[in-house]
């Protein structure tokens, strides 16, 4: 009996253990089909994800360097944390990340939310009317009381053709638009000076809408002219703009002529995406979102063009006048037939800013960004702003030009055009972290009617009056014009510091005034720790009222610079000069200076391997290593010109032997082979500021190492 049940017993593990292998095989079938699904999510968002990474949307520093090598479980985080942080779904559309907001399925609407399925219905928002809505079935659900106020959700796509819509003439409430697209919007009111054509004319503050698509629609106009709203004081979140046109007289843009509110006004992933049929025009403040923008703070803007976006005064790819803003993380390209452009003022971004801060801005200019005044990459003038964390590349010969020849002044730069500051505020007037490629030209503009054409470029910005600091900041590419020439700013008015700087791979080339870091700058306080290696050029002898012009003045490093002034002019007076006079110490020249103009029978002056005149200045631990080429008797390897008595140079060197010149006052004429030897250096720090390999290259600064 023992034995049949030992046998009984034996058979029953047999089965038990099959079973158990039978569902552990089960198991791991599910576990590995699961695993196979949650891989091709990853998949699906690999290359979504490294876009957000790379373009510095994802704000959490702790994965940022391990997310790109994410495989696996791993990425499950990453994803999780993304969504939470900025937005639901993603998208890339041409190489730009598109935000993009959670669908809300009709059985899981919010609460006491008003479903709008038509545009009859959209219509009657406002109205205060009770209305039994009824979906595209023909179901009911529910009769709602269409306030100004009310939540609203829309349900369907809404086509406008052929449709006579009457304009919400106020709004307060919520709309979100479900990522549901309002495409063919036509209306026209040129003809009313006091209207304006938007779908809501106006909305109030603390209303939002979010989630929202504009498709192929176009609108005409007095000012305030856009396809979703006149004047916002919405927030707005998740809205983009495919091939739409607005053309009005001021304020125009394709979602709202202008934002502008009393409480905090938010704006984040807002998009364009306009083909060359597109238009956006008018006269002042045209932009290809809004036209102005007031108090508010925006994030997540993204811009690819191939149409127009034109206007006389302020006009940018983003925003045409941006005042006392914030914005952050903006991309911008702008296609080969993409065109932005003004009289006045035009940027890749925004015309102009105002006691505004924008930071972490990528834009890619193929097409062109012109103005005949005030033309960047970023922005056409800046009053009293922060700019931090910008990269342009406008190498594309002529990306960034005048409009028109004849009438061209200048101020052209590869972020900025101009740099004012009129009052003071708040925020640091500081340009910083700046990376520009440019290929500006514009001697085409230079006639002998128009001497003052094509004045003030720079890779960095054109023309400066008034800044704090201007600091780690680059430029690389090819700069063509008249008077005041820069690798990093054409002209320098009243800055405080300029440190850590450098132009790389440039060639500058002018009339008057050409410096591999500046053209010229007056009423300058500080400068270090700056290098170029730019080769630079005089173009043709200056014109001066007719005659050729003695005070030109050309260096590896700046043509001239000048000490702070106590007349807060840019001519100071004999007499006005206070006793702050110009610093520049650790900096350095190691391009070429070549001022020949074989054709012209006369002379470029004040030719020098590191500055070409030096006046009220001190100079200390720097050097040139610049061939220098001139026919000026005021030519030399370091400089080409002492003027006045207030200046010193010191610990500083330069070879004539590398130069090809006679020995100048100015600096200490060593050998060629000294220059190159770290015991030539007296004083100087080769343990926190300069590097040297041996003896067989010039000493380089750890800080661009």
């Known amino acids: 009996m023992s034995l049949i049940v030992l046998v009984i017993t034996i058979l029953v593990m047999i089965i038990l253990a099959g079973v158990v292998v039978i569902n552990i095989s089960k198991n791991n079938s599910i576990a590995k089909a699961n695993d196979a699904a949650y891989q091709a999510t990853v998949a699906t968002y690999k290359e979504e994800l490294n876009t957000y990474i790379v373009n510095q949307l994802y704000k959490n520093k702790k994965y940022k360097k391990e997310v790109l090598n994410a495989t696996g479980k791993d990425m499950k985080k990453y994803i999780s944390a993304m969504k939470k942080e900025h937005f639901t779904r993603f998208e890339i559309e041409k190489g730009i990340l598109i935000e993009i907001g959670e669908t809300i399925p009709e059985d899981k609407l919010p609460k006491g939310s008003i479903p709008i399925y038509s545009i009859e219905q959209l219509e009657k928002i406002g109205s205060n009317e009770s209305i039994n809505v009824k979906n595209t079935k023909g179901e009911s659900k529910g009769t709602h009381q269409f306030a100004k106020n009310a939540n609203y959700v829309l349900m369907a796509n809404l086509d406008f053709t052929g449709k006579d819509f009457k304009q919400i003439p106020d709004f307060s409430g919520n709309l979100n638009g479900n990522n549901k697209t309002l495409s063919n919007y036509r209306k026209d009111t040129s003809a009313v000076a006091t209207s304006n054509p938007a779908i809501f004319a106006?909305?109030?503050?603390?209303?939002?809408?979010?989630?929202?698509?504009?498709?192929?629609?176009?609108?005409?106009?007095?000012?305030?002219?856009?396809?979703?709203?006149?004047?916002?004081?919405?927030?707005?979140?998740?809205?983009?703009?495919?091939?739409?046109?607005?053309?009005?007289?001021?304020?125009?843009?394709?979602?709202?002529?202008?934002?502008?509110?009393?409480?905090?006004?938010?704006?984040?992933?807002?998009?364009?995406?306009?083909?060359?049929?597109?238009?956006?025009?008018?006269?002042?403040?045209?932009g290809g979102l809004m036209g102005a923008t007031s108090g508010v703070q925006m994030e997540i803007l993204t811009l690819n063009l191939d149409g127009i976006i034109e206007g006389k005064l302020g006009v940018g790819g983003i925003v045409g006048s941006n005042r006392y803003t914030v914005a952050r993380d903006i991309e911008i390209c702008i296609n080969p037939e993409g065109n932005i452009r003004a009289e006045i003022c035009a940027g890749g971004y925004a015309g102009d800013l105002n006691k505004a801060e924008i930071s972490k801005a990528n834009i890619l200019i193929k097409g062109k960004v012109q103005a005949n005044y005030n033309t960047g990459g970023l922005v056409g003038s800046v009053f009293g702003s922060h700019i931090k964390d910008i990269n342009v590349d406008a190498s594309v010969p002529k990306s960034l030009d005048v409009v028109e020849i004849g009438k061209a002044h200048g101020n052209i730069g590869g972020i900025l055009g101009e740099y004012a500051l009129i009052t003071t505020n708040d925020l640091p007037h500081i340009i910083e972290n700046c990376i520009a490629k440019v290929n500006i030209n514009l001697t085409d503009i230079i006639t002998p009617a128009n001497q003052a054409a094509g004045w003030h470029a720079g890779g960095i910005v054109g023309h400066i009056k008034d800044l704090d600091i201007i600091r780690n900041c680059e430029a690389f590419g090819k700069i063509e014009g008249s008077a005041n020439i820069g690798g990093i700013a054409g002209y320098m008015g009243h800055v405080n510091t300029v440190e850590k700087c450098k132009t790389h791979d440039m060639y500058l080339s002018g009339r008057r005034q050409v410096g591999g870091i500046t053209g010229m700058a007056v009423g300058l306080k500080n400068m270090s720790e700056c290098f170029s290696d730019a080769n630079i050029r005089g173009s043709e002898v200056p014109l001066y009222n007719g005659v050729p012009a003695p005070n030109s003045a050309f260096g590896g490093i700046s043509g001239g610079i000048y000490g702070a002034c106590t007349c807060n002019d840019d001519n100071c007076k004999p007499g006005q000069w206070d006793k702050v006079i110009a610093k520049v110490e650790n900096c350095y020249s190691i391009g070429s200076v070549d001022t020949t103009v074989p054709s012209s029978g006369t002379k470029i002056y004040n030719v020098g391997g590191y500055i070409g005149t030096i006046e009220n200045m001190e100079i200390d631990k720097c050097y040139a290593a610049t061939p220098v080429k001139a026919e000026s008797p005021r030519k030399g390897g370091f400089n080409g010109r002492e003027k006045g008595s207030i200046y010193k140079v010191t610990n500083s060197y330069y070879s004539s032997e590398v130069a090809g010149v006679a020995p100048t006052l100015s600096g200490t004429n060593v050998s060629a082979e000294a220059l190159k030897d770290q015991a030539t250096y007296k004083g100087w720090d080769f343990q926190k500021t300069w590097s040297m390999i041996g003896n067989t290259y010039y000493p380089m600064l750890k800080v661009f190492i």
């Open 202 to 286: 106006k909305t109030s503050d603390g209303s939002t809408i979010i989630n929202l698509k504009l498709a192929n629609c176009s609108v005409k106009g007095a000012n305030y002219a856009a396809v979703l709203a006149g004047k916002c004081a919405s927030s707005l979140k998740r809205i983009r703009v495919t091939n739409c046109s607005a053309e009005g007289i001021d304020y125009v843009g394709t979602i709202a002529g202008e934002v502008k509110g009393t409480n905090n006004i938010y704006l984040a992933g807002l998009a364009l995406n306009n083909d060359k049929a597109s238009k956006v025009k008018g006269r002042y403040y045209i």
